[in-house]
């Protein structure tokens, strides 16, 4: 029996996604099963032998690894595992796929799936099971041992709002608190400038002058209106840097990460300016249940052990039912979506990269 895992494994990056795919592959080596790893951008279709397990993510080209895979007998099971919010733009692709895997692993917060039944992705909470990602400390030391004094302390976002990926950024937003704060207490590390604000672009967060920058600063901030649970929220906290959220980014009702509200320009700067007057003793509070979250909930060792009693827990086959009013909105955000398949620019992406791929696989079969 092997499992054939469709999820990015590369051991010379620490960050999502490749931290999943990393330590699921070394956790499943160590228990002695056979492993094989595949693109999920790519076209190779995987012909399993009788008993395998596929799992992994599911790409929106009908085309892709995972989902031509599917439709094959041999397989004892078949998993998706990926992110998933209530973006209509960003889910609605998986309407199909969902009822021909056995087991829907969804890296999400708690706050999607809390509120699932208020969307038209109702139906697919039956085969659904919450996942959380997870943090190797080494990779994120513990930095941010002093807090700035009040009315010096500083907030720091980092991330990307790339069209065809975590297009929900909310950076206009996050502009317009800027605007109303002051743009001397933000800084920016990405791949936009936002406001007037100090702009890193791009940081490594593996060498030492980059901790220096990391140590400066007090919360770590992100305003998105769909994102499942960004990891860089708890890279945040193992840094010792507090996080702050809105609840689009999956998590409400944890004591170490400060919610601010979806587009109240007005009470998100409220927040920010009791934050920035708070003692440094509540703050050092909040860091330590950040810690602890880090030890017992975040961490690599629990996260797999989840994951693997779900691939080999025996399930009952689910079919699940679409409304007819759900399954026409499903069809109509596919298509409307940036990530569609049939938009020209994600036609040559998708085509480039399967090539790319390709090319690399048969130069290393002939050497």
Same mark, same amino acid.
């Given at each position: 029996?092997?499992?054939?895992?469709?999820?990015?494994?590369? $051991?010379?990056?620490?960050?999502?996604?490749?931290?999943?795919?990393?330590?699921?592959?070394? &956790?499943?080596?160590?228990?002695?099963?056979?492993?094989?790893?595949?693109?999920?951008?790519?076209?190779?279709?995987?012909?399993?032998?009788?008993?395998?397990?596929?799992?992994?993510?599911?790409?929106? @080209?009908?085309?892709?690894?995972?989902?031509?895979?599917?439709?094959?007998?041999?397989?004892?099971?078949?998993?998706?595992?990926?992110?998933?919010?209530?973006?209509?733009?960003?889910?609605?692709?998986?309407? @199909?796929?969902?009822?021909?895997?056995?087991?829907?692993?969804?890296?999400?917060?708690?706050?999607?799936?809390?509120?699932?039944?208020?969307?038209? $992705?109702?139906?697919?909470?039956?085969?659904?099971?919450?996942?959380?990602?997870?943090?190797?400390?080494?990779?994120?030391?513990?930095?941010?041992?002093? &807090?700035?004094?009040?009315?010096?302390?500083? &907030?720091?976002?980092?991330?990307?709002?790339?069209?065809?990926?975590?297009?929900?950024?909310?950076?206009?937003?996050?502009?317009?608190?800027?605007?109303?704060?002051?743009?001397?207490?933000?800084?920016?590390?990405?791949?936009?400038?936002?406001?007037?604000?100090?702009?890193?672009?791009?940081?490594?967060?593996?060498?030492?002058?980059?901790?220096?920058?990391?140590?400066?600063?007090?919360?770590?901030?992100?305003?998105?209106?769909?994102?499942?649970?960004?990891?860089?929220?708890?890279?945040?906290?193992?840094?010792?840097?507090?996080?702050?959220?809105?609840?689009?980014?999956?998590?409400?009702?944890?004591?170490?990460?400060?919610?601010?509200?979806?587009?109240?320009?007005?009470?998100?700067?409220?927040?920010?300016?009791?934050?920035?007057?708070?003692?440094? @003793?509540?703050?050092?509070?909040?860091?330590?249940?950040?810690?602890?979250?880090?030890?017992?909930?975040?961490?690599?060792?629990?996260?797999?052990?989840?994951?693997?009693?779900?691939?080999?827990?025996?399930?009952?086959?689910?079919?699940?039912?679409?409304?007819?009013?759900?399954?026409?909105?499903?069809?109509?955000?596919?298509?409307?979506?940036?990530?569609?398949?049939?938009?020209?620019?994600?036609?040559?992406?998708?085509?480039?990269?399967?090539?790319?791929?390709?090319?690399?696989?048969?130069?290393?079969?002939?050497?």
């Amino acid at each position: 029996m092997t499992v054939h895992l469709v999820y990015p494994v590369d $051991f010379s990056k620490h960050s999502a996604p490749w931290s999943l795919g990393n330590h699921l592959y070394e &956790f499943l080596i160590e228990k002695k099963i056979s492993v094989k790893t595949y693109q999920w951008t790519s076209c190779e279709k995987i012909t399993p032998n009788k008993n395998d397990i596929l799992i992994g993510h599911a790409h929106p @080209n009908p085309y892709s690894c995972f989902r031509i895979s599917l439709n094959n007998s041999n397989w004892k099971k078949k998993i998706l595992l990926q992110p998933f919010n209530s973006d209509k733009y960003q889910m609605s692709y998986l309407h @199909n796929i969902i009822n021909e895997v056995d087991l829907f692993l969804a890296i999400s917060g708690e706050y999607w799936i809390n509120n699932i039944d208020q969307t038209i $992705f109702k139906s697919w909470k039956k085969k659904m099971v919450r996942v959380d990602m997870g943090i190797n400390r080494t990779h994120y030391p513990y930095v941010k041992k002093n &807090f700035n004094p009040p009315g010096k302390r500083k &907030f720091l976002y980092i991330g990307n709002d790339y069209e065809f990926n975590n297009y929900a950024k909310n950076l206009k937003y996050l502009n317009n608190i800027i605007e109303n704060y002051g743009a001397e207490y933000f800084s920016i590390a990405g791949n936009k400038r936002v406001n007037r604000s100090n702009f890193y672009g791009w940081l490594n967060f593996s060498k030492k002058e980059t901790l220096e920058i990391i140590k400066r600063y007090d919360f770590y901030i992100i305003v998105s209106t769909n994102d499942a649970n960004p990891t860089t929220i708890i890279e945040a906290m193992s840094w010792g840097l507090i996080p702050i959220a809105t609840d689009g980014c999956g998590y409400t009702n944890n004591a170490g990460i400060i919610n601010v509200p979806q587009n109240n320009v007005n009470e998100a700067v409220r927040i920010l300016h009791t934050l920035q007057q708070q003692k440094s @003793n509540i703050l050092e509070d909040i860091q330590k249940k950040n810690i602890n979250q880090l030890e017992f909930r975040f961490n690599w060792k629990k996260i797999c052990n989840e994951i693997y009693s779900n691939i080999f827990n025996k399930e009952q086959k689910l079919e699940l039912y679409y409304t007819s009013s759900d399954l026409n909105d499903l069809r109509k955000y596919e298509k409307k979506s940036k990530n569609y398949y049939l938009r020209l620019k994600n036609i040559l992406r998708f085509f480039l990269i399967s090539l790319k791929y390709i090319i690399k696989k048969n130069i290393k079969k002939y050497i």
